[in-house]
């Protein structure tokens, strides 16, 4: 199981990006995938996760509204779109996934066991 994200930068604070997690060895049709960061000096938290088997999604209630998790199973890839950034959104951003777990609630609310090396986001004010 690998997951390999990328898309983070230094952007203007309400600008977008739009984060990839391409994954491999395993297919987007049934565990979740979530997004999750870490910003410093504060815990790892949960930002989106998607159930690949019937794309039900889960957002923390800070991230409804500006974050949206989509994917691309043709690509194998997870998005993340993050709109109208703020300084407080700077943090590594991380997918990860549990293969033996589909529900994206769950994941957004465990330790998933596989983690990609995470992309940096840098919102400047």
């Known amino acids: 199981v690998q997951l390999q994200a990328s898309g983070g930068g230094l952007v203007q604070a309400g600008g977008s990006l739009r984060l990839s997690c391409v994954a491999s060895?395993?297919?987007?049709?049934?565990?979740?995938i979530g997004w999750f960061r870490e910003a410093p000096g504060k815990e790892r938290e949960a930002v989106s996760c998607?159930?690949?088997?019937?794309?039900?999604?889960y957002y923390p209630d800070f991230a409804k509204g500006r974050f949206t998790i989509s994917s691309d199973k043709t690509k194998n890839t997870v998005y993340l779109q993050i709109d109208n950034l703020t300084p407080e959104d700077t943090a590594v951003y991380y997918c990860?996934?549990?293969?033996?777990?589909?529900?994206?609630?769950?994941?957004?609310?465990?330790?998933?066991?596989?983690w990609g090396q995470g992309t940096q986001v840098t919102v400047s004010s």
């Open positions: 990860a996934t549990d293969l033996g777990h589909s529900s994206s609630y769950y994941l957004c609310h465990s330790r998933p066991p596989n």
């Open positions: 060895g395993f297919t987007l049709d049934r565990p979740a």
């Open positions: 998607l159930s690949t088997n019937n794309d039900i999604t």
